[in-house]
């Protein structure tokens, strides 16, 4: 069974920066900002937008919602989605499951239903003796859930399945490795600049001066 100490706890000052980031990149993501709008709250309303410059302990803000076997099954699950190779870390090398356990434990009113589905889904692998499956067997278990989200993606556990995927992948492609792993360079200083790339002058009818 995997020891979840090998995956240290990420800063949550971190974690914040990294929601508002991936809020951008997660696909068909339908939460809203982290900037609460007013009549947006519901209910009593969830407090002031944390500080993103402050330092949070434990206990601070909201409290995470992962049990110590849930968290374990994430770090799993993460790295079957995102396993390392040759040039690339795994998922959970780069805490994407300490983000996850962010994302749903935030108050905002996107996250709620995102909250539902991932624990639905943990309790539905729980049932299965997910932890203690062989990595062949894990994989299988993911492989049937996939083949569900293909036949109907609105359909449990498929759907838990394609949200905890989108998840994962949104996480993991907002972190330094991750843009690194799809060749985004960001904004880096240009040593030289020599103009457009002839093959590209040449596909657009132009010449180069």
């Not at 706890?9 to 974690?15: C, E, F, K, L, T």
């Not at 601070?60 to 849930?70: A, N, R």
């Not at 079957?80 to 108050?107: K, M």
Request: proline share 9%.
């Amino acid at each position: 069974m995997i020891d979840s100490e090998d995956r240290p706890r990420i800063n949550r000052r971190v974690a914040l920066q990294w929601i508002s980031a991936a809020t951008a990149s997660i696909p068909f993501l339908e939460t809203k900002s982290l900037a609460a709008k007013p009549g947006e709250t519901g209910g009593g309303g969830y407090g002031p937008d944390p500080d993103m410059i402050k330092t949070y302990q434990p206990g601070d803000l909201w409290p995470l919602t992962f049990s110590e076997s849930q968290r374990k099954q994430v770090i799993i699950l993460c790295d079957i989605i995102i396993p390392a190779d040759d040039t690339s870390p795994s998922a959970s090398s780069v805490g994407v499951h300490d983000f996850i356990d962010e994302w749903i434990s935030s108050p905002y009113p996107g996250q709620k239903s995102d909250r539902n589905l991932i624990l639905k889904g943990l309790k539905h692998l729980e049932s299965e003796n997910f932890l203690n499956k062989s990595a062949e067997q894990q994989l299988a278990l993911c492989t049937d859930m996939a083949i569900a989200a293909k036949k109907n993606r609105k359909e449990f556990p498929g759907s838990f399945f394609l949200r905890l995927r989108d998840l994962i992948a949104g996480g993991y492609y907002t972190t330094p490795p991750g843009m690194k792993d799809i060749g985004y360079r960001g904004n880096m200083a240009m040593t030289e600049w020599n103009g457009p790339p002839p093959e590209v002058l040449e596909r657009l009818g132009l010449s180069p001066e």
